[in-house]
């Protein structure tokens, strides 16, 4: 009995879709990488630099330097793998206008 249930469960368990991605605080690291050594993130603050970066809710991080700021949303890139491919997230950084206090 103990045979027929192990050979059942490795059947099932090789016949599903194998997803993975990174541990949350790997995938998060990425992303913040991703943000500052994006170039369109640092032309957006020049010489003043970034100086803090916001995780402000799911695929949104707000990046701020000086009197400025801004919007970084996180997308997915269109899987173009094999069924059961496994890996960490593919992901596009889609920057916002940057917004400085006292500009017109």
Same mark, same amino acid.
């Given at each position: 009995?103990?045979?027929?249930?192990?050979?059942?469960? +490795?059947?099932?368990? &090789?016949?599903?879709? @194998?997803?993975? *991605?990174?541990?949350?605080?790997?995938?998060?690291?990425? /992303? $913040? +990488?991703?943000?500052? &050594?994006?170039?369109? @993130?640092?032309? *957006?603050?020049?010489?003043?630099?970034?100086?803090?970066? /916001? $995780?402000?809710?799911?695929?949104?991080?707000?990046?701020?330097?000086?009197?400025?700021?801004?919007?970084?949303?996180?997308?997915?890139?269109?899987?173009?793998?094999?069924?059961?491919?496994?890996?960490?997230?593919?992901?596009?950084?889609?920057?916002?206008?940057?917004?400085?206090?006292?500009?017109?």
């Amino acid at each position: 009995m103990r045979t027929l249930i192990a050979a059942i469960g +490795l059947t099932l368990a &090789g016949s599903s879709t @194998v997803l993975a *991605a990174l541990p949350p605080q790997y995938q998060r690291q990425a /992303e $913040l +990488l991703a943000i500052i &050594g994006n170039e369109g @993130v640092i032309d *957006a603050f020049g010489f003043g630099g970034i100086e803090v970066v /916001e $995780l402000n809710g799911v695929d949104h991080y707000i990046v701020r330097g000086g009197d400025c700021m801004l919007d970084v949303m996180i997308e997915d890139l269109p899987n173009e793998r094999e069924a059961g491919w496994a890996g960490p997230r593919e992901f596009k950084l889609v920057l916002g206008e940057p917004v400085c206090e006292g500009a017109e």
